[in-house]
């Protein structure tokens, strides 16, 4: 009877933080299927006509201050070219750290591993100090651009990556790139033709991870591409809209609903596979 009642407790407990970690995206929801009037009079009332979060979406996107398609399509293209680079390049690096047994790859292991303690704040204002001298130096501009965006995706998070490539390769037995070694293969070969493909749980965790980080960051891209820049992400979208209508919350709600729902939607289809790529990672080796 002690362990029921404890089970019970525990069970009522993890209920409690369910509904404490989901109760604001529920008022986000509920409110964004109301006029302004509605939701800042009964903010906890349902809404009395769904319709209205169509009527809401459309104002969005219909809305030049926002301009959320190519908020929408700034996202994705930073999105997709940051999580490219964030399996290719890793994995590459985990592996040769993984098969090449001496001590300056494991003091680089290290160097990477303790980078991911350094709050993000220490080296953001050295960040844009260096994205400008390589402008002044180079000519190249880095601000207000996709490359400087991606770039710095890529550099913050690197160290995370090579961590969880490292764990999981660990584990993939070393006779398997020695018969492609003696078959002839080169190591692009061993590597892309056998080593990639063996890391797709790896891949889709890393994937996951950082897109829903990319997707819904603010400061980055805030410091990189500005505000007022032809360049927005749906983060400062959001943002710079709230800020000119702060009056308007059934339409400042509803760009948040919509900024919100494809992050929500990708963990949803993948959940399973974030635990299975974590979990692998983590026991490998």
């Known amino acids: 009877m002690k362990k029921r009642y404890l089970a019970a407790a525990a069970e009522a407990l993890m209920v409690l933080f369910l509904i404490l970690f989901l109760y604001p995206f529920i008022i986000v929801f509920i409110n964004s299927a109301k006029d302004s009037f509605s939701v800042t009079q009964y903010p906890m009332r349902l809404p009395e006509h769904w319709g209205q979060l169509l009527v809401n979406m459309r104002s969005i996107i ?16 930073i ?49 844009i100090s260096w994205f400008r001298l390589i402008f002044d130096v180079t000519g190249i501009r880095l601000l207000r651009s996709y490359t400087g965006i991606v770039l710095a995706y890529i550099g ?19 006779e398997l ?24 749980p790896i891949h889709a965790t890393i994937c996951i991870l950082h897109g829903i ?33 702060v009056k308007q919350w059934d339409l400042i709600l509803t760009a948040i609903l919509m900024a919100m729902i494809p992050v929500i939607i990708l963990f949803l289809a993948a959940q399973k ?11 490998k080796g």
């Not at 790529?277 to 026991?283: Q, T």
């Open 79 to 127: 999105t997709a070219a940051s999580l490219v680079l964030l399996t290719i390049l890793p994995s590459q690096a985990a592996w040769v750290l993984v098969r090449t047994k001496t001590r300056v790859s494991q003091l680089i292991f290290m160097v990477l591993v303790a980078a991911m303690v350094i709050p993000f704040q220490i080296v953001m204002f050295p960040l």
């Open 273 to 283: 596979k974030i635990i299975k790529g974590m979990v692998a990672g983590s026991i």
């Open 156 to 174: 913050f998070g690197l160290s995370l990556s090579v961590f969880m490539y490292h764990g999981f390769i660990k584990g993939i037995p070393l």
């Open 62 to 77: 219909v809305s030049p201050n926002i301009r959320y398609g190519s908020s929408f399509l700034s996202s994705v293209m």
């Open 177 to 200: 790139e020695e018969a492609a070694t003696i078959d002839g293969s080169s190591q692009p070969g061993i590597f892309y033709r056998i080593i990639f493909p063996l890391l797709a």
């Open 213 to 245: 980080w990319i997707w819904n960051d603010f400061l980055l891209p805030l410091l990189v591409l500005g505000r007022g820049n032809r360049i927005q992400t749906l983060p400062l979208a959001v943002a710079n809209f709230a800020g000119a209508y």
